[in-house]
């Protein structure tokens, strides 16, 4: 059977993506490309606002500090791979020590992404429809009731240019980008918490980049591992 397609960020999900024993990255292997499948642990992500369909509300995923980890891992291994210069590659919050899911996570691998696609010369609308393939996928109609576009162009919840504070205590409101234009910071709105569809926005495969991964330890469809379990969230919903 044909690897299915995550209906929301349009990566790999292998096959049986409902039973929580196939859900852990890479449980199923690796495609052609040698990426794992399912290519992201809880994909697609539990929760009705995951805005997945029925299959996949009925449950919560695990943990968001294993969700933004993966991310982390393959952002850094894209920006290895695309060349940036030491100046260039975006601080990340380290999760040993800022362990709790915030905006400023998911700021940080907005940022990152919007470097790659800068670099490999997408925009953001070639990264929300097409898959790792390079086909064009159909956007998930329930982006638009999240407040997405349509074509989605942009993230969703997102208020450009808003200051946040960085890793370093510095506050910013703008990146650099590689080809050595600035653009305003993906931030999201103030008092907008965590959701799954932040998740899911940051999945999509972006074309031109390799992707390498840290398949992070499972077993019976849990995440074991012993700096990431038992993490705790504030000001999240259940994702």
């Not at 919050?93 to 992404?113: C, W, Y």
């Not at 942009?154 to 080809?179: C, H, I, M, N, Q």
């Given at each position: 059977?044909?690897?299915?397609?995550?209906?929301?960020?349009?990566?790999?999900?292998?096959?049986?993506?409902?039973?929580?024993?196939e859900?852990?990255?890479?449980?199923?292997?690796?495609?052609?490309?040698?990426?794992?499948?399912?290519?992201?642990?809880?994909?697609?992500?539990?929760?009705?606002?995951?805005?997945?369909?029925?299959?996949?509300?009925?449950?919560?995923?695990?943990?968001?500090?294993?969700?933004i980890?993966?991310?982390?891992?393959?952002?850094?291994?894209?920006?290895?791979?695309?060349?940036?210069?030491?100046?260039?590659?975006?601080?990340?919050?380290?999760?040993?020590?800022?362990?709790?899911?915030?905006?400023?996570?998911?700021?940080?691998?907005?940022?990152?992404?919007?470097?790659?696609?800068?670099?490999?010369?997408?925009?953001?609308?070639?990264?929300?429809k097409?898959?790792?393939?390079e086909?064009?996928?159909?956007?998930?109609p329930?982006?638009?009731?999240?407040?997405?576009?349509?074509?989605?162009?942009?993230?969703?919840?997102?208020?450009?240019?808003?200051?946040?504070?960085?890793?370093?205590?510095?506050?910013?409101?703008?990146?650099?980008?590689?080809?050595?234009?600035?653009?305003?910071?993906?931030?999201?709105?103030?008092?907008?918490?965590?959701?799954?569809?932040?998740?899911?926005?940051?999945?999509?495969?972006?074309?031109?980049?390799?992707?390498?991964?840290?398949?992070?330890?499972?077993?019976?469809?849990?995440?074991?591992?012993?700096?990431?379990?038992?993490?705790?969230?504030?000001?999240?919903?259940?994702?």
């Amino acid at each position: 059977m044909a690897d299915e397609l995550c209906p929301t960020c349009h990566s790999k999900i292998g096959t049986n993506s409902t039973q929580e024993i196939e859900r852990a990255q890479g449980k199923q292997g690796t495609d052609d490309n040698e990426n794992p499948i399912p290519r992201w642990t809880d994909d697609p992500l539990f929760t009705p606002r995951g805005l997945n369909g029925v299959l996949y509300s009925a449950r919560h995923n695990n943990s968001k500090k294993v969700l933004i980890k993966e991310l982390q891992d393959a952002r850094k291994a894209q920006e290895e791979e695309a060349g940036f210069p030491e100046a260039l590659k975006t601080k990340f919050s380290d999760l040993d020590t800022d362990f709790v899911g915030s905006a400023r996570h998911i700021t940080e691998l907005r940022e990152s992404t919007e470097k790659l696609l800068n670099e490999s010369g997408s925009s953001l609308e070639e990264y929300f429809k097409l898959d790792d393939e390079e086909n064009e996928q159909p956007q998930n109609p329930k982006i638009v009731e999240a407040g997405g576009n349509d074509p989605q162009d942009e993230w969703v919840d997102v208020e450009r240019g808003r200051e946040y504070v960085a890793e370093d205590g510095s506050v910013k409101s703008t990146f650099d980008l590689p080809g050595g234009s600035t653009q305003p910071s993906p931030t999201t709105p103030q008092r907008v918490h965590l959701r799954a569809i932040h998740f899911e926005d940051l999945r999509h495969p972006i074309s031109g980049i390799g992707i390498s991964a840290l398949v992070l330890e499972s077993r019976n469809g849990k995440i074991y591992n012993s700096t990431l379990a038992g993490a705790k969230f504030k000001n999240t919903e259940e994702c």
